[in-house]
């Protein structure tokens, strides 16, 4: 399967339902500031609160170093990362869901009930995996961002792993996941980046236009004032609609590697899937 009959196996998923899309990225945000705020009251303020400008206006270094707890800090920013992690892995499998469900004639829904479906299937492992992978890609991002983007794209495919074969301990999960990416992360790039550029462009495009207004050319003055207050606007709508995107496209191709990996075995939803691609 092309990425092109990706994209548009992609747009006969979303018919209709886009708006419970929309609706669970909202919650999703929702949830996660919720749950980032509950934390920081339990432990205290997290690290960003303790630097905000605010602090940095109001106190010494010394001052703000004495606010720190490290033992409660390391604690927010695990929580955080494990209920905020659960509620994005449910919210992955939603997807998942959507994709295997939807029949011949585009009819399949995504439900609300997704997102806190990863509390209810071995949330522990799923935990280790989530705490495992995290580590590893933030640490990529911190060695010259190149293996940080790498382990993402080997990395992918792991929550769909989690929730088709359970029964893999967390050293095969890893294992599958890769596996699954070798050979193909080629075209998973070439898949996402047309979105990601568009994202990317839409912040840059405003910041040159500073530039070349501080430079001198009052003639973009007037778009570049517009594009200060457009820009956020489109972001925040685009953003919702690229993680929609990404979902589903994720799951897509990995139902597309699933079946290359293993074309002899029958995985729900293959043949309508697939029929016609391969």
């Given at each position: 399967?092309t990425n ?5 196996s992609?747009k006969?998923?979303?018919?209709g339902n886009w ?5 669970l990225?909202?919650?999703l ?7 980032t705020s509950?934390?920081e ?5 997290s690290?960003q609160?303790?630097?905000?400008p605010?602090n940095?206006?109001n106190?010494?270094s010394?001052d ?7 033992r409660?800090?390391?604690?927010s920013?695990?929580?955080t990362t494990i ?11 939603g997807?998942l869901?959507l994709?295997?469900?939807t029949?011949?004639?585009g009819?399949g829904?995504?439900?609300?009930e997704?997102?806190l479906s ?9 935990i280790l995996?989530m705490i ?10 911190i ?8 382990l993402?794209?080997l990395y992918?495919?792991?929550y769909?792993v989690?929730?088709?074969?359970p029964?893999l ?7 599958r ?6 050979g193909n992360?080629l075209?998973y ?8 550029l568009i994202?990317?462009g ?5 910041l040159?236009l500073?530039l070349i207004?501080?430079a001198?050319?009052?003639?973009l003055?007037g ?6 207050f457009?820009v956020?606007?489109?972001l ?7 993680s ?8 897509s191709?990995?139902r597309?590697?699933?079946?290359s990996?293993?074309p ?5 939803g293959?043949d309508?899937h697939?029929?016609?691609y391969e």
């Amino acid at each position: 399967m092309t990425n092109h009959d990706l994209r548009i196996s992609s747009k006969r998923y979303l018919k209709g339902n886009w708006g419970t899309a929309i609706v669970l990225s909202i919650i999703l945000v929702v949830l996660s500031g919720l749950v980032t705020s509950l934390v920081e009251r339990v432990f205290g303020p997290s690290t960003q609160e303790i630097i905000s400008p605010n602090n940095l206006e109001n106190f010494q270094s010394a001052d703000l170093l004495s606010l720190v707890n490290p033992r409660s800090t390391f604690l927010s920013m695990l929580l955080t990362t494990i209920f905020t992690g659960l509620f994005r892995v449910g919210y992955s499998w939603g997807y998942l869901d959507l994709v295997d469900e939807t029949d011949e004639y585009g009819r399949g829904s995504l439900r609300f009930e997704s997102l806190l479906s990863a509390l209810n299937r071995d949330g522990l492992k799923t935990i280790l995996v989530m705490i495992i992978t995290t580590f590893l890609t933030t640490l990529g991002y911190i060695l010259f961002i190149i293996p940080g983007i790498f382990l993402t794209i080997l990395y992918m495919p792991i929550y769909y792993v989690r929730r088709d074969e359970p029964e893999l301990s967390i050293g095969q999960t890893l294992s599958r996941s890769m596996n699954l990416m070798s050979g193909n992360k080629l075209q998973y790039i070439k898949l996402v980046l047309p979105y990601m550029l568009i994202f990317i462009g839409a912040i840059l495009l405003p910041l040159g236009l500073v530039l070349i207004g501080l430079a001198g050319s009052e003639a973009l003055l007037g778009p570049m004032l517009l594009l200060i207050f457009a820009v956020p606007i489109f972001l925040f709508f685009y953003a919702i609609y690229f993680s929609i995107k990404l979902e589903i496209l994720n799951a897509s191709f990995y139902r597309h590697v699933l079946v290359s990996y293993n074309p002899g075995e029958n995985y729900q939803g293959e043949d309508i899937h697939y029929q016609g691609y391969e």
